[in-house]
Nanobody
Framework: QVQLVESGGGEVHTGGSLTLSCRYSGYTLFVGWFRQYQGKQREGVAVISTRSGTMHYAEAVKGRFTISHDKAKNTVYLQMNSLKPEDTAMYYC???????????????????WGQGTRVAVSS
């Protein structure tokens, strides 16, 4: 089992920055962030291998968001810069242990989820 505790999120204006944190416990391979718009399915934002440091980003956030991993703290961070109104969503931390052979940003690859944190960007 993996447990995830998220922090961060909040409200900013367009162009602002926020940092999300996800502290995990247990064995993991990939840990990352997904977001969900109201009425839509969760979509991958950025994930990182807690073993190799390999990162994957959704096209919509490349160049603006940076995912990182602090092994000593078992924490994954998502630094979000140049935020846009379309980044407004619930953000969820997710983790997996290699059970499902799906792409790294596929939501069904991740059986463990945090409680979610809201990010709101106003224009």
């Amino acid at each position: 089992q993996v447990q995830l505790v998220e922090s961060g999120g909040g409200e900013v204006h367009t162009g602002g920055s926020l940092t999300l944190s996800c502290r995990y416990s247990g064995y993991t391979l990939f840990v990352g962030w997904f977001r969900q718009y109201q009425g839509k399915q969760r979509e991958g934002v950025a994930v990182i291998s807690t073993r190799s440091g390999t990162m994957h980003y959704a096209e919509a956030v490349k160049g603006r968001f940076t995912i990182s991993h602090d092994k000593a703290k078992n924490t994954v961070y998502l630094q979000m810069n140049s935020l846009k109104p379309e980044d407004t969503a619930m953000y969820y931390c997710a983790a997996e242990q290699g059970t499902f052979s799906l792409g790294p940003l596929h939501r069904n690859k991740y059986p463990f989820w945090g409680q979610g944190t809201r990010v709101a960007v106003s224009s």
